[in-house]
């Protein structure tokens, strides 16, 4: 191995790391990587780009538009909703059909979309069957994947398998080359899933949320015990106020659903102004409601100034700093036992320009931090030695400092704290309150026990935020009814599931940074992830793939949200506007790629690109759109990886795997070497993307052959559907991440079924490629001669260098022996290798099956030439063989260089 080959290499496994560990985006690794490959030479700037302009990536963006236009015009919805008419409740039949439909679909759309496009249609099957959504989404999500491999544009590995020939000067792949092996895996994949995969399907009816009912939704989400309602009372303080301005979200922890005014339904916005009487649906914790609402007879009474001296008679404050090094760093004052450790009460926590004044059990110390506490006077002084803090002010001055941040509660008869202890109240729980001391008798007792009972006139001494426990007594009498009615649903409002879609730029950003209920007008209830329902703090939580989000809000809020790029809508009702009218010109754009390609008239990108154009200029989709339903990280991410075939021949890297490959399998046969090349494909592909899979893998497949002297087209046809048999994780294919959430499936779910279904399809790629595409290369016809340059004349061909057949002028012929040399010492210089042969292939005009009988070793293809002239060299990286007078002059397009004198 070189140091070339072993750079390489190193490369390559740092970038499938990167893709394995997603610590970089898998398209920005891509990129990193092709600008290491062009500063260490491995590729030439101009070849380092070559793949954005390459068909693949036409081809690519070509069927995403056209597969839009069949989405956006209805004509997947359409196919979709037929499915229970016409199969009834069976699901035997269901699982079929499903999974036969997305195939069909898929095979000229793009997988994801064909998945994304039937998703409701399966949502609304579960209520309907009785089936829970876990049995029929990820039959869904494999028949999608399984239908890609039908034909040439069905997914990115048979595109860029099909570039990878056409780019070494093999004839590529047709549109339907993939048809008979891809339909047999097709109905594999069905009959499995009919018995043995129907047996592994996980059964959750409880726990899958995909089903479209309000009622069944909050089942699923388990919201019975939090949809409750609240009745303001006629003289309300709240009468005239925003519900912004009301903060009854920060104040009692509850999300308005809808508001009940006399027989008005309204939607509420933070703009809506309540009125007394008004009845608020609600989602929250009741039972914490009603202990917050306990608070409400609480008399508030701020603290004036002077007063705190004469309250803390015999005590004292301190602040402190929390040393460097200090063994209480990193620790909450709970875990601490701050209180009973040191005798003070924590009033106050500074941190930088930040001042912390509620839950402070729950803060965690970190060096520099600033403590203010009050305490008696032996341990503020004991508390003066303490190594862990530094003291900054104590005595009169750090009191002066504590007065603002402390304030007074009286409780008074009547009020439902009476005859509970400090600890039974959950103050602190509730609002964030510390007790700091009680005054009874006009006496303060700092730091009074949990277990001290509350009576009627005491006075509490708390360290927080007043307008917590201000904002409960401005509520006012408060009604509770734990029946919600009919809160969630009406004519102009619903609740909904969605599911993020595969290329949604919501991924990792939480709700809040969404800004999520103002730009969506919706609101949202639940999470789903990992099987559970989310409740708490969600405007928080950063988004996942595989995460179904449940919403509640007006219907044309739905709709606007089911017409953006970023969600999923798991309801038919509610999906976005389509185009019906325009559904012809989308079938008749799609009719016209197939009609150009099977015709010949065009290749493949060419006809992609003009049915695209065509479903544009009809109105099937806008342009704006256009670019939108573009994956673009998937773009990138070929068009950058392209270059890496390249690094591999120039390298060597590609003919030492295939050696080394050769060497391990080739004894066995070609039935062992495709079976080694499938499970490889398939192992990287689980992991990795099919499409780098396929463009790692296809300059070995090419040495491989050679060495071999069989035909690259099995191993390639193998390569390309092993790298599209993506099952056994949740992350090997965005199709089945899209249905994780929907179906409510763990990891392990698609590690039992997808296995055996991967292994079923090895063994049928080994078994029936090889009858479509024969390992034996047919023997070569001689090459028709070039035609004269013009002047010059070609004399009769005789002879010919030993190497397959190629007619040279009579001088060449006469000294054979030395023109192989000269040839590999260019080669050499060249490629800075020596390579196994070198002179190869005639010129254009040959007979025969070129995908056959085209022989290529690195990056030089010998022209048939004659005197005073050359041929046409065919393909990338021939050399040119130019006979004047008396010499052989050849020159690679790598410039390389060499020259023999003939006699």
């Known amino acids: ?139 869904l999500a494999f028949g999608a994947i399984l239908g890609g491999t039908t034909t040439l544009v069905g997914t990115p590995p048979n595109i860029l398998a099909a570039q990878m020939l056409s780019d070494r000067g093999l004839e590529p792949f047709a549109l339907f080359d993939f048809t008979p092996i891809g339909a047999a895996i097709l109905l594999l994949g069905v009959v499995f899933m009919l018995t043995a995969g129907r047996r592994l399907l996980p059964v959750r009816e409880q726990r899958g949320p995909a089903v479209p009912s309000g009622t069944d939704l909050a089942q699923v989400y388990q919201l019975e015990d939090r949809l409750f309602s609240m009745r303001l009372a006629a003289a309300s303080p709240l009468d005239g106020k925003t519900l912004a301005e009301t903060r009854l979200g920060n104040t009692l922890g509850v999300k308005v659903l809808s508001i009940l005014r006399g027989k008005q339904r309204l939607e509420p916005s933070g703009e809506t102004v309540l009125r007394g009487g008004d009845v608020l649906f609600v989602d929250g914790e009741a039972s914490r409601v ?46 601490l036992a701050f209180r ?6 924590v009033v106050a926590l500074r941190r930088g320009e930040e001042l912390i004044r509620w839950q402070l059990g729950d803060q965690v110390l970190e060096e520099g931090d600033e403590i203010l506490a009050v305490g008696r006077r032996p341990d503020l002084e004991r508390f003066a030695d303490e190594p862990d803090f530094e003291v900054l002010q104590v005595g009169l001055a750090a009191v002066r400092e504590l007065e603002d941040k402390l304030f007074v509660i009286r409780v008074p008869e009547g009020s439902e704290l009476i005859g509970l202890s400090i600890a039974e109240s959950r ?22 026990p949990p277990e001290e009972i509350v009576r009627a006139g005491d006075r509490l001494l708390l360290a927080a935020d007043p307008s917590r426990i201000a904002s409960l007594v401005e509520l006012g009498h408060v009604e509770l009814d734990p029946e919600p009615g009919e809160a969630l649903e009406s004519e102009e409002s619903g609740l909904v599931e969605v599911t993020l879609a595969p290329r949604s730029a919501a991924v990792g950003k939480t709700l809040a940074e969404l800004d999520f209920r103002d730009r969506y007008g919706l609101l949202a209830l639940a999470l789903w992830r990992g099987g559970q329902p989310l409740h708490t703090d969600l405007a928080d939580v950063p988004l996942r793939f595989g995460d179904a989000l449940l919403l509640q809000g007006p219907r044309k809020k739905i709709r606007r949200l089911a017409a953006t790029p970023d969600f999923v809508v798991l309801s038919q009702a509610d999906q976005g506007p389509r185009r019906p009218r325009r559904a012809p ?26 049915a695209a154009s065509l479903v544009i200029l009809a109105g099937a ?40 490959v050769t060497g391990l399998a080739g004894p066995l046969g070609p039935y062992a070497v495709l079976a080694a090349l499938v499970i490889l494909a398939s192992m990287l592909s689980q992991g990795l993307d099919g499409a780098p899979s396929v463009v790692l893998m296809a300059p070995v497949v090419i040495d491989l052959a050679d060495n071999l002297e069989i035909s690259p087209y099995p191993l390639m046809m193998g390569v390309s559907l092993a790298a599209s048999a993506a099952f056994m994780t949740p992350f090997s294919h965005k199709a089945n991440l899209l249905v994780m959430g929907a179906g409510g499936y763990r990891s392990s779910d698609y590690l039992r079924v997808g296995t055996p279904l991967t292994l079923l399809i090895f063994v049928l790629l080994v078994l029936m490629v090889p ?37 040279l002028h009579p001088a060449v012929a006469a000294a054979e022996g030395e023109v192989e040399d000269l040839l590999r010492g260019v080669a050499v210089g060249a490629l800075g290798r020596r390579p196994e042969l070198v002179v190869d292939v005639a010129g254009e005009g040959g007979d025969g099956d070129p995908r056959r009988g085209v022989r290529r070793q690195g990056e030089l293809e010998v022209a048939a030439v004659g005197r005073g002239g050359e041929a046409a060299p065919r393909g990338q990286g021939a050399a040119h063989l130019d006979v004047a007078g008396d010499g052989l002059h050849l020159q690679s397009l790598d410039r390389a260089e060499g020259q023999l004198d003939v006699p």
């Open 771 to 807: 009858l479509f595409f024969p390992f034996e290369r047919p023997p070569e016809p001689p090459p028709s001669p070039p035609p004269p340059a013009a002047g010059a004349a070609l004399a009769p061909p005789q002879g010919d260098v030993a190497a397959e057949g190629v007619d």
């Open 1 to 139: 191995m070189t140091f070339e080959i072993g750079f390489l290499f190193l490369l390559l496994g740092a970038m499938v790391y990167l893709f394995l560990t997603e610590k970089l985006p898998v398209d920005l690794t891509a990129f990193l990587g092709l600008v290491v490959l062009v500063f260490a030479g491995y590729v030439t700037p101009a070849e380092a780009f070559q793949g954005f302009s390459s068909p693949a990536v036409i081809t690519m963006l070509s069927v995403f538009i056209v597969g839009a236009a069949l989405l956006e015009t209805g004509v997947a919805d359409v196919i979709g909703g037929q499915i229970h008419r016409l199969v009834g409740n069976s699901e035997l039949r269901l699982i079929a059909s499903l999974m036969l439909i997305a195939g069909i679909l898929s095979a000229f759309m793009n997988n994801i979309a064909a998945t994304a496009v039937l998703m409701p249609a399966v949502a609304t099957l579960g209520p309907r069957t009785g089936l829970p959504p876990s049995r029929l989404f990820m039959p």
């Open 290 to 335: 009603r202990e917050l609402l306990r608070l409400q007879k609480l008399e508030v009474e701020a603290l004036p100034a002077g007063r705190l001296p004469r309250l803390l008679r015999g005590a004292g404050g301190i602040r402190a700093r929390v040393a460097d090094g200090a063994s209480v760093a990193g620790k909450s004052l709970r875990q």
């Open 621 to 660: 989709l806008t342009m704006q759109e256009a670019y939108r339903v573009i994956e673009w990280r998937a773009i990138f991410l070929v068009a950058a990886v392209l270059p890496v075939g390249f690094a591999m021949e120039r390298t060597g890297a590609a003919t030492l795997l295939a050696s080394q």
């Open 340 to 345: 009973e450790r040191y005798g003070l009460v």
């Open 427 to 448: 103050l602190g729980q509730l609002v964030g309150l510390t007790v700091a001391g009680l005054i009874r008798d006009r006496q303060t007792r700092l730091a009074p």
């Open 585 to 610: 010109f989308a079938i008749g754009g799609l009719l016209l790629m197939i009609a150009l390609v099977a015709s010949g008239l065009q290749p493949i990108h060419v006809a992609s690109f003009t």
